[in-house]
């Protein structure tokens, strides 16, 4: 069964300060790990995907890497605009729905 | 380009009620997905359709059915709600093997 761990649940940082955020896997086969921010009262927003160990997406201040068991949302410098929730998912070989984790509640203070 | 759409965006129900959620796509994807989303649960499967005319059970199908009427639309019906499917529902639609796009989310409350 597939499994999806993001941590840490609640993340609090002051403006200009990088962190990380982790996500977790277990999967038979990867098909694609998805970052996804989510913004109160709204739908998830597709980040980045990757596909496999060693890939790395950038957007922004926003900076995803994969390796074989996990994945890494890293954020440089961020701004109180950044403060969502971000999720991950994952999709097992073949046309499978996507696993999510619980995500990551992220807070920037000003 | 509208992408995926749901109706209604909120809904109070009194338990016992029936009502279907809509969702109509317009990015000609294949499989479309109902999700429930609560807090500290995370996004949850309910049923999904790989393709038009076929649906599937995912994670949560109890108390729920599925409709995929034409590859546009997926609908999803409680026949007899109940507090515990008070919740925000995600539609979300994807080509095979790339990412998901989700829908604005309904609101359901059973009281």
């Known amino acids: 069964e597939d499994q999806v761990t993001q941590s840490p649940e609640a993340l609090r940082l002051q403006e200009g300060e990088s962190s990380s955020l982790n996500c977790s896997y277990t999967?038979?086969?990867?098909?694609?790990l998805f970052w996804y921010r989510q913004d109160p009262g709204k739908g998830p927003e597709f980040l980045f995907t990757l596909y496999s160990a060693g890939e790395e997406k950038e957007k922004e201040r926003l900076k995803a890497t994969l390796t074989k068991k996990e994945s890494f949302l890293h954020i440089t410098a961020p701004k109180p605009e950044d403060s969502a929730t971000y999720l991950c998912?994952?999709?097992?070989?073949?046309?499978?729905?996507?696993?999510f984790g619980k995500g990551t509640r992220l807070s920037v203070i000003a | 380009n509208a992408g995926v759409t749901q109706t209604p965006k909120f809904q109070v129900l009194k338990t016992g009620q029936s009502m279907t959620l809509q969702c109509a796509q317009d990015?000609?994807?294949?499989?479309m997905y109902w999700y429930r989303q609560d807090p500290g649960m995370g996004l949850r499967l309910i049923y999904y359709?790989?393709?038009?005319?076929?649906?599937d059970k995912g994670e949560v199908p109890n108390g729920y059915n599925v409709s995929r009427l034409n590859k546009r639309e997926f609908s999803l019906r409680l026949e007899s709600a109940a507090p515990s499917q008070t919740s925000v529902y995600f539609c979300?639609?994807?080509?095979?093997?790339?990412?998901?796009?989700f829908g604005q989310g309904t609101r359901l409350t059973v009281v």
């Open positions: 990015m000609n994807h294949n499989s």
């Open positions: 999967v038979s086969g990867l098909r694609g």
């Open positions: 359709s790989a393709s038009e005319g076929t649906t």
């Open positions: 998912a994952v999709r097992d070989s073949g046309n499978t729905p996507l696993v």
């Open positions: 979300a639609t994807h080509r095979g093997g790339t990412e998901a796009f």
